[in-house]
């Protein structure tokens, strides 16, 4: 099974353009195949990406709820759902995309999510990294997509507001009782040095800061050309700091796999 990042944060705070850039790591860093989940109903990591799936989850449910043909003889709804969701898949370099779209049906995001999410575990298996990027706010947390990850990511902007609501999603997730790994505050768009407000209201979040991402000019104008943030070279300041950050998370997880492994042997002998 492979290791799954999560990012959630509320709207406008840079978590695509995160979820984007770590996808560009793992890329570049030959550690794909990569299954990139946008489980944003206002999708936006494909053009992060620069890829655009065949179809969204939801669309493909939609059809099939309209259509009065059941699926092709010998399979069942589920198999034959998760068959079409398969072939929508945005293929790109070492990286799949599979897009949710929007909810089935006026107000119900319910089967699509528990679809997804099962979707999500079968594919998981076949990839050695998924990346899911979250709808805004908490919505995602209390229907339990994120049922868990290996590193989660609370993503915020460089304001009071946006830590309190980061603090909240961890809170909750606390409640939850989802299965995180580890967990780490991201801070974005920032000028210069966090201020002694910023440094007080993170200690509050009880989230230890994982990364102080840099307000990047490069970001803003990849994004007013329409250019993929996978190709932002890597002079990028935000690339610098993403890429400074994975490589230590990357660092400790196999530390701590070797440790497993010497344990497992050890056990083994003793018997």
């Known amino acids: ?25 793992l890329v570049e860093e030959k550690l794909g195949p990569v299954l990139a989940v946008d489980a944003d109903p206002n999708s936006n990591l494909g053009e992060a990406l620069g890829l655009q799936p065949a179809a969204e989850v939801a669309d493909i449910l939609k059809e099939m709820s309209q259509s009065l043909e059941g699926p092709p003889a010998g399979m069942d ?31 119900c995001y319910c089967y699509p999510n528990a679809l997804l999410r099962r979707l999500c575990e079968s594919l998981t298996a076949w990839y050695p990294f998924s990346v899911i990027d979250n709808e805004a706010g908490l919505e995602h947390l209390s229907r339990r997509f994120t049922g868990g990850a290996h590193l989660f990511l609370v993503v915020s902007d460089n304001s009071l507001r946006g830590v309190r ?32 407000e910023m440094e007080r209201e993170i200690a509050a979040t009880g989230l230890e800061l994982g990364a102080v991402i840099p307000y990047d000019p490069l970001i803003l104008e990849y994004d007013l050309r329409g250019r993929p943030f996978s190709e932002l070279p890597d002079r990028s300041p935000a690339v610098r700091q993403i890429n400074a950050f994975l490589a230590q998370w990357l660092a400790e997880v196999q530390g701590r796999r070797k440790q497993d492994e010497v344990r497992v042997a050890g056990g083994e002998m003793a018997r």
């Open 165 to 196: 609501s980061a603090g909240r999603v961890a809170h909750l997730a606390d409640h939850l009782g989802l299965k995180l790994e580890r967990r780490y505050l991201v801070v974005t768009k920032v000028h210069g040095r966090l201020s002694p």
């Open 77 to 107: 709804r589920g198999s034959y759902v998760e068959m079409r969701i398969r072939e929508a898949l945005a293929e790109g370099k070492e990286v799949d995309l599979l897009a949710m779209g929007g909810p089935e049906g006026e107000g």
């Open 1 to 25: 099974m492979g290791l799954q990042i999560a990012v959630a944060g509320k709207g406008g705070c840079g978590k695509t353009t995160l979820a984007a850039l770590i996808i560009r790591y």
